[in-house]
């Protein structure tokens, strides 16, 4: 049987409970999957082999005040070891990318390490171009042991 490419909507959770070794970073945790699931800007894309997940692609669609169009940000793309070099990260990039079609971006961005052979691989052939310069990317943490010199305004 084919692998199947999947786009997980709120009520396909289970679909998660059955994972590839080195699919995810960590063991899939109910409430955050039910709470990802449900936010309509929220979106996964799955590769099934046999009941297996052996792939994902996540992603986020979101609008900005100054943007005419949705864009879509790629956040990650994973597939098992045991199931690379099969086409399947394109595959599922191109059904993340489907969906933003359906919603209007005209634009889909994504960003990763140069050191990382896989992802550089993947990219151009999802047909993407490289960005004509180099960016940086800064993290910020933001857990209770951060100092809060600053205090929000909340909106009115």
């Not at 979106?43 to 994902?56: I, Q, R, S």
């Not at 098992?80 to 079609?101: I, N, S």
């Not at 052939?125 to 809060?148: C, I, N």
Request: hydrophobic residues 45%; negative net charge; aromatic residues 8%.
């Amino acid at each position: 049987m084919a692998t199947e490419i999947r786009i997980l909507g709120p009520h396909d959770a289970g679909v998660l409970d059955q994972v590839a070794p080195g699919v995810f970073d960590d063991p899939i945790d109910p409430k955050r999957t039910a709470e990802f699931l449900a936010d309509p800007r929220h979106h996964l894309a799955v590769a099934v082999d046999d009941g297996l997940v052996v792939g994902f692609v996540s992603a986020v669609h979101y609008v900005h005040p100054d943007k005419p169009h949705p864009e879509l940000w790629v956040n990650e793309v994973s597939v098992a070891a045991t199931h690379r070099g099969r086409g399947l990260g394109t595959r599922m990039l191109q059904a993340v990318f489907e969906v933003a079609r359906g919603l209007g971006c005209i634009e889909a961005w994504v960003l990763t390490d140069r050191a990382n052979a896989a992802a550089m691989r993947l990219y151009p052939a999802a047909g993407s171009t490289e960005a004509p310069t180099d960016h940086v990317m800064f993290t910020f943490r933001l857990g209770a042991d951060v100092p809060r010199e600053f205090k929000a305004v909340p909106p009115r």
